[in-house]
């Protein structure tokens, strides 16, 4: 193949090949991280037919890296951090230390030095975002206070990687100095002189990012937005991103990731951040996929078969070893076991992080190339599992639910006996709670029905009528008095099981107009041949855009109302 052509080829094969795989992990109900994977696999030099280019594909993972560092930075949050920061982050740092502890131990078993072993068992000790917040989305528990300290616990791993990716280097270069790689031993004073210039380093690139940063960065945006230009303002996020990272590395000496990092949580403090966010994600998500790929690449199959105990080792420290130490400290802190569980499965898998430092151990030669194919075998292997660990709690959730509800005595009715013309919101999270704010404000009579407890606790204190129980139990639909209701709304992301329980519900009430939440076309299908009357196909302002439906649905129309 001619060589001018070898980036046009990775770039086709590699999102081909991701798509395709990608496609079909989300069709067996895993999560696509595992399709981009495997896409790298058959990409890469240790499987037949294509091998993508060795000295272009990390470039590309460098991008990658630098746009995901950046939506981190993005979406940093100190406020939710400091909701929870009593449980967050003590228990983050204690269970980052046990699974390090573990993959030491495990790395001092296989005859590694103790630099490698710390590399590789803190490579195993971070959760992927994107597999968690999937999780957590799918099952509404990112406003409850389950997800909330899940969500806080994420946020401490972060940071710690943005330390380790400072450190890592600055030992690394300590080591070449002193001979790290089995010569003389290497003097506390070369590690601390390292250290020091390194940490010199990054303090003056914080101080300059605080001084210059925070001031230009907002500046340059809110002339861009002036301008009206929409291609002008994605062009501008996607500069600041790789002109900081880039610059960071060349004026401070530091990653690129930290300087992305950086960029992401300064442009986090502008009033443009959001529309920030939205436009430059398909740049970030298409490189993100990239970058997967290209860790794929570096993948040996040959790891499952010449060394079987090891990899099963790796896959019990991620997926039993660091959720055993999450489980038993969110208990020893007082939270029930419910949270506890559902921490420390969201917890059993490790993701991107991952592959960042076990990538950095890998190029500066202290992390051998088995131990990044045990990391990417761990990877592989746990996220496979989390939505089956998930499943299996969901079913013990469930269980444990309706024994509590069996054994407690019944709640006092809590929907008005004379209540009428009323809509029934179903799920009272992020979207269902904006949703019932507006709607209150119009004036129109609701009830809501949520079933976690958190939730129905939060819209109790609003004020609402709110019934605890699932929506889809025809003894819990009959309590929102559906034959007087005007209207219901399926605030809920659980598209079949909205299909199913609106298709019971036109059963009781077919003059009740039903509006829906979706996802994607089919589910929009889905939902409109159960008796939706309307889907809602958007992420952006989609309360806004369900009160709009509601408010021109009789009887609420502003002459009705007035």
Known sequence: ???????IAMLVFGFVLAFVLGALANRLRLSPL??????????????????????????????????????????????????????????????????????????????????????FGFSLATASTVVLLRAMEERRLLDTRRGKIAVGWLIVEDLACVVALVMIPALAGALGAGGGDGGDPVGAGAVLKALAITFGKVAAFVAFMLVVGRRAIPWVLERIAGTGSRELFTLAVLAIAMGVAFGSAELFGVSFALGAFFAGMLLNESEFSHQAAQDSLPMRDAFAVLFFVSVGMLFDPNILVQHPWQVLATTLIIVFGKSAAAYAIVRAFGHPNSTALTISTSLAQIGEFAFIIAGLGLALGILPKDGYSLVLAGALISIMLNPILFMVLDRWQLRDDARVLRDAPPEPAVVPMDIGDHAIIVGYGRVGSQLAHLLRERGVPLVVIEDDADLVAHARDAGLPTIRGNAANPRV?????????????????????????????????????VLA???????????????????????????????????????YRPSRTA
């Open 1 to 7: 193949m001619p060589h001018h052509t070898s980036l």
């Open 34 to 119: 595992v399709g981009y994977l495997l896409a790298g696999v058959l990409a890469g030099p240790f499987t037949p037919g294509f091998v993508g280019d060795a000295q272009i594909a990390p470039q590309l993972a460098e991008i990658g890296v630098i746009l995901l560092m950046f939506g981190v930075g993005l979406h940093f949050s100190l406020r939710d951090l400091m909701s929870v920061r009593n449980i967050a982050i003590p228990g983050a740092i204690a269970q980052i230390a046990v699974a390090t502890l573990l993959g030491l131990g495990l790395a001092e078993l296989m005859g590694w030095s103790h630099v490698e072993g710390l590399v």
């Open 477 to 513: 639909m009959l309590e929102a008095a559906p034959g007087r209701a005007t209207l219901a709304v399926f605030a809920i992301p659980q598209a079949l099981e909205a299909g199913e329980t609106i298709e019971r519900l036109k059963a009781l009430n077919p003059a009740i107009t």
């Open 517 to 555: 939440r979706a996802h994607s076309e089919g589910q929009v299908r889905h939902l409109l041949q159960h008796g939706a009357d309307a889907a809602v196909l958007a992420e952006r302002e989609l309360a806004y855009s369900l009160a709009e439906m509601v408010m021109a649905t009789p009887p």
